[in-house]
């Protein structure tokens, strides 16, 4: 058989290297935010964020209170205004699109669900509203519940269901639009935490089979950390930083990121030596310089800050050797957490570290108590230099 007669079988010719680069730029760019601006009066509660969502995506706005979030969110659903910028999806433009016309879905925190209907009336009822025929709606809607594992329940009134069965049936009406863009608000805020951690793991497994491409909004780390696959987190309508869950974490940016996401030890100082592969810096925290294990850019006596998460400190009853990262303290609170606890310890110049230490290394040494003397150190690629 010729390649010209296998390209005809396969059903389509081979696409020119030009072809793939754009249709990945294309995947890579599917929902792009650029320059967006939106002011209330004369407060700006986003200020120009410029964004890029890759298809098939779980990304996850996440911030306190105020800081611009949820108006991002509200504004690609058409819900708010843009005083400047665009937003395009799949490379169309929405600003000329009304809510109902994009090609959006969101998912209320609240999951806004109409009391007097069925299940089954709930996921149907958009369809409803754009005129599908009712053969393909009776299948979309039961392949729908299948998805979310609610068909058993679809004669049932939301009263008659669980918070989490009334997240999943939320999701159900959301998904059987076949929306390019599904955006969740809060998505978990209604549910106990021990629901809410087995169905954060669930949400993903069902975006992940159907493929739609996701915007959350959250104020919870952990639930940013563990749903999504990249992150952005926002202060004041900005964009702080942007990557990955282990990227932001392992990796901030500043000293908001560090301590916004997670817990951290900040120590304060200055630069006095700095070299390509590290970096010695002066605290009056410490009775020795601390050092960290690459280089970066500045002048010597620079002021910056070192974040050392509590998981990368040890605790030691013995005085640690070498001649850097450690101090001396003593245990003032002791908080149990079950497969670990978190020790805090005052050091001799006045500082609190926190230091989490697993069950299994309290096993190895003899735990130490309220008021006992100890050691704190952490290795040169514990801590990160930040400079802003």
């Known amino acids: 058989m010729s390649s010209d007669q296998s390209g005809a079988l396969a059903g389509a010719a081979v696409p020119s290297p030009g072809l793939n680069a754009e249709a990945g730029d294309a995947a890579e760019n599917f929902v792009q935010i650029v320059d967006i601006v939106k002011k209330f009066g004369e407060t700006a509660a986003v200020k120009g964020v410029n964004l890029s969502v890759k298809k098939g995506e779980l990304f996850a706005l996440l911030g306190s209170s105020?800081?611009?979030?949820?108006?991002?969110?509200?504004?690609?659903?058409?819900?708010?205004?843009?005083?400047?910028?665009?937003?395009?999806?799949?490379?169309?433009?929405?600003?000329?699109?009304?809510?109902?016309?994009?090609?959006?879905?969101?998912?209320?925190?609240?999951?806004?669900?109409?009391?007097?209907?069925?299940?089954?009336?709930?996921?149907?009822?958009?369809?409803?509203?754009?005129?599908v025929p009712k053969s393909e709606l009776k299948d979309r809607v039961q392949t729908a519940l299948d998805l979310v594992q609610m068909g058993r329940f679809a004669k049932r009134k939301p009263h008659q269901l669980s918070g989490g069965q009334q997240q999943r049936v939320a999701l159900a009406r959301s998904l059987v639009k076949r929306p390019k863009l599904l955006l969740l608000d809060e998505p978990m805020s209604a549910l106990d935490k021990q629901i809410r951690q087995r169905t954060q793991i669930e949400l993903v497994n069902i975006l992940d089979k159907v493929g739609v491409t996701c915007m959350m909004v959250t104020h919870d780390q952990e639930e940013a950390m563990t749903m999504a696959d990249r992150l952005a987190v926002m202060s004041e309508g900005e964009i702080i930083q942007l990557g990955t869950p282990h990227e932001v974490y392992e990796y901030p940016n500043s000293r908001f990121s560090a301590e916004f996401i997670g817990s951290t030890n900040l120590f304060d100082g200055n630069v006095v030596e700095d070299e390509p592969d590290h970096v010695f810096i002066e605290t009056p925290d410490l009775p020795v310089r601390l050092y960290v294990s690459h280089g970066i850019t500045g002048p010597l006596g620079m002021p910056v800050t070192i974040s050392v998460r509590p998981e990368r400190i040890a605790l030691t009853r013995k005085p640690p050797e070498g001649a850097y990262n450690w101090g001396k303290g003593v245990v003032t609170n002791i908080a149990y957490m079950g497969g670990y606890s978190l020790y805090h310890v005052k050091l001799d110049a006045g500082k609190t570290v926190i230091a989490n230490v697993t069950s299994l290394a309290l096993t190895e040494i003899d735990p130490p108590t309220w008021g006992d003397e100890v050691y704190v150190r952490w290795s040169a690629s514990a801590g990160v230099v930040l400079t802003s």
């Open 66 to 131: 105020g800081c611009g979030k949820s108006t991002l969110l509200r504004m690609l659903a058409g819900l708010e205004s843009i005083t400047s910028g665009k937003i395009l999806i799949d490379g169309e433009d929405l600003a000329q699109l009304p809510p109902y016309r994009r090609p959006v879905n969101m998912m209320f925190q609240s999951y806004a669900l109409f009391p007097h209907m069925t299940v089954e009336a709930n996921v149907a009822f958009g369809l409803k509203q754009e005129g």
